[in-house]
């Protein structure tokens, strides 16, 4: 695991998601504003284009923004496809179907019920992830319920559901305690007043456990979330149902009012918005996402204040740190190693390659962000900032250079730092691991090949949608030449064609004879 992210640390360090000479899917931000996407049960879906080394596309397709596998969601329509009145109905059944089985004002009256009630009469199922009323007692007699639920527990959540792991879709890894006191102490020293936590359930529920518990803490928080679980536990202007991927809000216009009042509250003044997205997402969706929740913010400004920027703390594994400076040049990467309860993985105390990855990207000066001396950081004078311990001031490159908290080494033929397991290769000209193919395909744009760009802003993409075009419209040509030598949806066999060729021939001299 620790050589895989390494090689996927070297991939990722140059900022680039495919590889020269492979196919891969890349996300298009800039359809048609005309044609709006098509819904599948998590919103609008986004549009994809598979490409591959000098073939810029086939077909675009559309896709669920959230789910990477069909088996989570199994939504695919071709771009240019056009689908009938009974299927476009079938489609919208089917979104309906998929929705939470009770309403945003249902669930808050339940709620407002449930903590009415007397403590032995407060229960949980656990295979429903539900809270019961005394009325849907009779419904789960078989299930595994938990009783005499406190109000404690009610104000954690996080802790009564199960996390949904799945990677590519909610991967609801935790923060683990260390880290979460971490932010709170860090928002409170920064003199924040609101939190808009998209996808930080557990923040979320230690803000307000604290604002509960604390008189002098007057942090409020709003939970953007996809889990629709939690509508169980906050009533509306606690929890948004939302999805990251393409900033959707599923409960409507109240939703995203709720939203937006609670960005612009105080002129927009001491709010910040902190994000952990699924490390198995798309880093441009996200980004689109983010400036949008940015341009609602900045509606709420006054003209003077319209050069300032919404601050934000999104965590990330460190390796997708070019990806994040490319949308966002402002932001800068903390050393602090934040950690997870229920990952494997990422957890607290581990050293070398096994650290946890995953760091705090901000636009925040990172002078004034003090890191815990304790846990193992401290102050560069150099650099004017906190950094790991064994990340050392490199006086070649004049920073301090690490990026997972190992100390790296100077390599003065690449001009950089680089990871103490790397060497330089004399054949590829570049530091790498010891083990990494010389002849392997090398990052850079799908359709030249050059390094400097990516696909999408090729100055030859014209030219090979061109091209793209061409050989698309010839396999067309030689599909409906194939499709009319059939017969009653039968391909013919080529042999009795030539026999009643020869036939004919035959016929035709004997008459002419």
């Given amino acids: ?195 808009l936590c998209v996808g930080t359930p557990r923040l979320h529920e230690l803000i307000r456990l604290k604002a509960s518990g604390d008189k002098k803490s007057n942090i409020k928080s709003l939970l953007l979330d996809i889990d629709f679980r939690y509508s169980q536990f906050y009533v509306e202007d606690s929890f948004c149902h939302y999805n990251m991927f393409n900033h959707h809000f599923f409960d409507g216009k109240a939703a995203l009012e709720v939203c937006r009042t609670f960005l612009q509250e105080d002129k927009g003044e001491g709010v910040i918005m902190v994000t952990d997205p699924p490390f198995g997402g798309l880093v441009e969706p996200l980004a689109v996402t983010f400036k949008k929740l940015i341009a609602m913010w900045k509606e709420g400004q006054s003209q003077d204040n319209n050069h300032k920027e919404l601050p934000i703390f999104w965590i990330f594994p460190y390796f997708f740190e070019s990806r994040i400076c490319q949308f966002f040049p402002s932001f800068c990467m903390l050393d602090y190693q934040v950690d997870y309860d229920n990952h494997a993985l990422y957890k607290h105390g581990k050293t070398g390659r096994k650290q946890s990855p995953v760091r705090i990207f901000t636009n925040i000066p990172p002078n004034k962000i003090i890191l815990p001396i304790e846990e193992g950081y401290r102050f560069c004078p150099l650099c004017q900032r906190y950094v790991s311990l064994e990340n050392q001031h490199c006086e070649h490159c004049n920073s301090c250079t690490s990026k997972d908290g190992r100390k790296w080494n100077h390599c003065f033929l690449c001009k950089k730092c ?72 039968q391909p013919m066999n080529h042999t009795s064609v030539t026999r009643k060729k020869k036939r004919r021939e035959r016929a035709h001299q004997y008459l002419c004879s």
């Fill in 1 to 195: 695991m620790a050589a895989l992210r390494d090689r996927l640390g070297a991939v990722e360090a140059e900022g680039s998601t495919s590889h020269q000479g492979s196919s891969g899917v890349e996300v298009v931000l800039h359809s048609d504003p005309a044609t709006p996407a098509p819904l599948c049960p998590h919103g609008p879906t986004l549009l994809f284009v598979k490409v591959s080394q000098g073939k810029e596309e086939t077909r675009r397709f559309y896709a669920c923004s959230a789910c990477r596998d069909r088996k989570d969601c199994s939504f695919f329509q071709w771009e240019d496809e056009k689908l009938s009145g009974a299927r476009l109905a079938a489609r919208e059944a089917h979104n309906r179907r998929c929705q939470p089985p009770l309403s945003r004002t249902k669930c808050v009256e339940r709620y407002l019920k449930f903590i009415e009630l007397p403590l032995s009469q407060r229960r949980f199922c656990q295979e429903c992830q539900q809270l019961l009323l005394p009325d849907d007692w009779e419904k789960h007699l078989e299930h595994q319920v938990v009783g005499d639920i406190s109000i404690t527990q009610l104000k954690r959540p996080s802790q009564l559901l199960y996390p949904l792991e799945n990677k590519k879709t909610n991967a609801q890894y935790l923060f683990a305690d260390r880290s979460c006191h971490f932010l709170i102490d860090l928002l409170s020293t920064l003199e924040f007043r609101r939190v």
């Fill in 418 to 489: 680089v990871k103490p397991s790397w060497i330089h290769c004399s054949i590829c000209n570049h530091c790498a691991l010891p083990d990494h193919s010389c002849e392997g395909p090398k990052d850079g744009c799908f359709i030249c090949g050059e390094l400097d760009h990516k696909r999408g802003t090729c100055p030859n993409i014209s030219a090979s949608k061109k091209a793209n075009k061409a050989v698309r419209k010839q396999k067309q040509r030689k599909s409906n030449k194939m499709k009319m030598e059939t017969t009653k949806g």
